[in-house]
């Protein structure tokens, strides 16, 4: 998700350094042509780019993609992961709080007390926040996040965050019972990989929960050919169906428990603002689409319930699991 920052277009900045990337589960380049969309929500840069879907899985991802060394700037000091705090966000702040906390206690039944959660892509800790607030006082919470903006506020509120990426951070082997990536695999350079891991450091017996944008709604057939809101162009990589969802647990060594969808407005409101701006629309009322604007994610919240209802929500939900008796995860 993401909030309407300034424009970045006067002083025309520098094309990006991209880089050929292939599917992250079949491993090779052999797909076709799905989009062609701009940066509409940050402008940090006056690329074009192009979504593809591969031809084997049907997995749908960014080729060519912005370099590692490009994440500074793709990601602005004023993305909203950075930022998200209730003075700016208002009233969505203290609803957005509630119904995750709802989600996120729900996640964790039947955890024991002393349990161990790890929040990957954590972010400004909004999530580890409220587990904290809501939670058993006897878990242990941490977080780890690539960003050093993100990962100072979070620390300087009490939480305890690492800093790099979850191959890399020096965590627990097989330590975790429940790791979170909530809107945060669509992020990754390398989401098997990243899953791989994920599953090494869970418990035998402990859970992953996916969180991501939904190319099996109706919001993606409306708008995938350029302003669908779930591209986020240019910092979504890899994006998923329940199929290809599936595909990336079971490939990491992980059991299915459940692929569903849920209602989030977001990717609507984005949709539609991105289509509105690149067509030329009144500003006031492209601004007006925004992660700001209650009336507006209240309005697609509801067109968006009946579809989750019917399996095709505007996001999934993937649990999975590590088979019991594991001591580590598939290599």
Known sequence: MSSIAPDRSVGRPAPLRLVPTVCCLCGVEDADPVAVGADFEYRTSPDEFLAVRCRRCRLVYLNPRPADDEAVRIYPDDYHAFQFRPAEFGFVYRVRRRLEARRLLRWCRGLPADARILDVGCGDGFHLGLLREFGRPGWTLEGVDADARAVTPARKSGLTIHLGGV???????????????????EHLPDPLGTMRSVARLLAPGG????????????????FGGRHWGGYHFPRHTYLFDRATLARLGEAAGLTIERIATAVSPVNWVYSF????????????????????????????????????????????????RKPAGEAEGHA
């Not at 191959?167 to 695999?185: C, F, K, P, R």
Request: aromatic content about 10%.
């Open 167 to 185: 191959e890399t951070a020096g965590l627990s082997d097989s330590g975790y019972h429940l790791v979170l990536l909530v809107m945060t695999v």
């Open 207 to 222: 859970r992953v929960v996916v969180v991501t944008d939904n190319v099996g709604s109706p919001d993606y057939s409306l």
């Open 273 to 320: 603002r991105n289509w509105l701006d690149d067509w030329g629309g009144p500003r006031w009322l492209v601004n007006r689409l925004s992660l700001r604007s209650a009336l507006a994610l209240g309005a697609f919240t509801l067109f968006d319930m009946p579809l989750a209802a019917f399996g095709r929500g505007a996001i999934l939900h993937g649990l999975f």
